[in-house]
């Protein structure tokens, strides 16, 4: 009968404290993202739900000119898209799926961060009846860029 009950009160005093802190722990692993975008750019809102709806705790800040966050995050014209976000010292430019994100902030290679040029039909943000093939690029600070995914 000792055993029994010491046996259920270690039990209580590991599961309570972790039940109770359940709730803190899914909100720890959320990975937050900040992104710059148009107000006006309903792929951009897309994104961002996509971006919510796979984990990522979101903050938009709408700027009528990116021009100035594009050049600062080191984005060329070659690797430009609609909107450019940052997380975990990354930027992430265009319309990159929430898994090669969760990818790059989990693998920490060297590099500035990842970008889909242009906005390929059937990419996060771009659902429709047409899916094109895209490929998600890694871009180092000197320009220099690697495929990290295709989709």
């Known amino acids: 009968m000792f055993w029994r009950i010491l046996s259920t009160v270690f039990l209580a005093a590991v599961l309570v404290p972790q039940a ?3 709730d803190t722990d899914r909100k720890a692993e959320l ?13 951009c809102t897309k994104w961002v739900n ?4 796979n984990g990522f705790e979101v903050e938009t800040i709408d700027l009528q000119d990116m021009n100035p966050v594009k050049v ?4 060329s014209r070659q690797l430009a898209s609609c909107h ?3 997380t975990g010292g990354y930027v992430i430019e265009g ?3 929430a898994d090669d994100i969760k990818r790059l902030l989990k693998e920490r290679p060297d590099v500035a961060g990842l970008t889909v040029p242009g906005m ?3 990419s996060p943000g771009m659902e429709g009846n047409r899916k094109d093939n ?12 690697t495929v990290f995914s295709s989709h």
Do not use: R
Not at 31 to 43: A, D, L, M, Q, R
Not at 50 to 53: E, G, S, T
């Open 31 to 43: 990975e937050s993202i900040t992104v710059y975008k148009s107000p006006t750019c309903g792929c």
């Open 50 to 53: 996509h971006l919510q709806a």
């Open 84 to 86: 450019t976000a940052k």
């Open 95 to 97: 319309h990159v799926p």
């Open 134 to 145: 895209y490929d998600v690029l890694t871009f180092t600070k000197t320009g220099e860029t």
């Open 20 to 22: 109770a802190c359940s």
């Open 120 to 122: 390929p039909m059937g």
């Open 72 to 75: 600062e995050a080191g984005i």
